[in-house]
């Protein structure tokens, strides 16, 4: 489906979880024709990429593009290593589930898209709230990449300036769940699990499983994943 109404391009991140789908309908809701960017970046299960051809079809966008690139050639991670075991038990510290630069990349990805498009907002679902406490999720972190963005690139020397938003930044789970249901958002159509199964049921027992079941319980609304068990 493509939008109509608006000449504002933006480019959004769309990883096929919950809070990128939220992301994905606030920029809808602001006007924004929406190119949407999934990376097959060799993640251990394809089931967030068909979460996240599911969530266009849903919500509309101007544009669905999937860019492969292979993050387990270097390993490093347990999304993307089989050899490394997903954790189920929090820990201190950065979890196993960080991946390298992850961020860094993506963004990136979606910067050189963004001035190709004539687009100079990208969105990204990052959270600094309920999250992993991933380094490349932080306020700090969404200002220096823009700040990147704008010395990097013609567009941003030429004084047409890219902002990188992140709504969901100081959000709660919950604040994000309601926000979503509000406009709209099947989350039954998300896949969050760092460990999915190919039909993409949540293993219930990983972190981002008990951050998500977490912030339904605390938005007092039904939990609509599916679990293996």
């Known amino acids: 489906m493509v939008q109509s109404g608006t000449d504002s391009k933006a480019v959004v991140l769309l990883s096929g979880g ?16 929406c190119h949407a960017l999934s990376l097959d970046y060799g993640q251990r299960h394809a089931a967030e990429l068909a979460a996240a ?3 266009v079809q849903a919500q509309g966008v101007a544009e669905h593009r999937v860019v492969r690139l292979d993050l387990s050639q270097f390993g490093g991670s347990a999304l993307t290593d089989p050899d ?7 820990a201190a510290g950065i979890p196993s589930t960080y991946v390298p630069a992850r961020n860094t990349v993506f963004l990136s990805l979606a910067l050189g898209w963004a001035e190709v498009l004539g687009a100079r907002d990208l969105f990204i679902g990052v959270n600094a709230v309920d ?3 991933y380094p490349d999720c932080r306020p700090e972190y969404i200002a220096a990449f823009e700040r990147l963005a704008n010395l990097a690139t013609r567009a941003g020397v030429e004084g047409d300036r890219f902002h990188v938003r992140a709504p969901l930044l100081e959000w709660s789970k919950a604040r ?3 926000e979503g249901l509000h406009l709209g958002v099947d989350y039954s159509l998300t896949v969050s699990c760092y ?5 993409g049921r949540a293993c219930g027992r990983c972190d981002s499983c008990r951050l998500r079941a977490a912030g339904f319980a605390a938005a007092g609304v039904p939990d609509p994943t599916r679990y293996r068990t």
């Open 18 to 33: 919950l809070d990128s789908a939220t992301v994905l309908a606030i920029a809808r809701a602001q006007g924004y024709a």
């Open 84 to 90: 490394i075991p997903v954790p189920e038990t929090a």
């Open 176 to 178: 994000i769940i309601q």
């Open 53 to 55: 051809v599911r969530i």
């Open 131 to 133: 999250y992993s406490g």
């Open 195 to 199: 460990a999915a199964d190919a039909q």
